[in-house]
């Protein structure tokens, strides 16, 4: 073999990038997870405060969950059904990126919006670049 296919650069740079990213969500998994009942200034939080962050650390941790079979189905199953998953999870790290900035109301808003949500988009065209390269026949 001389070198390496486009598809397996393609394929490579899906895998790491995919990697990377669910290293960042297992990062932010598990400091909502530990921080949830924190409060650094002023009094403890309320129950209902605890609760409020434990919903959004269950919901980080599904996103962490979502992302890791993804890669997996990736990794896998990189012909068949991998691809679809993949980019599933992708749209739904899309959505649920806006949801946390939008909704938990994380500043300055841009600033997230570029670091999630640009990592999330190449990705998904790494994932449509490698969809339209034909497949290779061996001889």
């Known amino acids: 073999m001389a070198g390496w296919t486009p598809k397996q650069i393609l394929s490579g740079s899906i895998v790491v990038l995919a990697m990377l990213e669910c290293l960042g969500w297992a990062i ?3 400091y909502n997870w530990i921080l949830r009942d924190a409060n650094f200034f ?3 939080p309320t129950a209902a405060e605890v ?3 434990t919903q959004f650390a269950v919901l980080v941790s599904l996103i962490l969950i979502l992302n890791v079979a993804g890669t997996l189905a990736f990794i896998l199953r990189s012909g068949g059904y991998g691809l679809p998953v993949l ?3 992708q749209a739904a790290d899309i959505l649920g ?3 946390f900035i939008y909704v938990r109301g994380a500043s300055p808003k841009w600033t997230f919006l570029e670091v999630g949500a640009v990592p999330i988009l190449s990705l998904l065209l790494l994932a449509v670049l490698w969809r ?3 497949k290779r ?3």
């Open 28 to 30: 932010g998994t598990f």
């Open 42 to 44: 002023g009094p403890p």
């Open 51 to 53: 609760s409020v962050n």
């Open 87 to 89: 980019a599933a999870a």
């Open 97 to 99: 990126t806006i949801f």
């Open 132 to 134: 339209a390269f034909p």
């Open 137 to 139: 026949r061996e001889i």
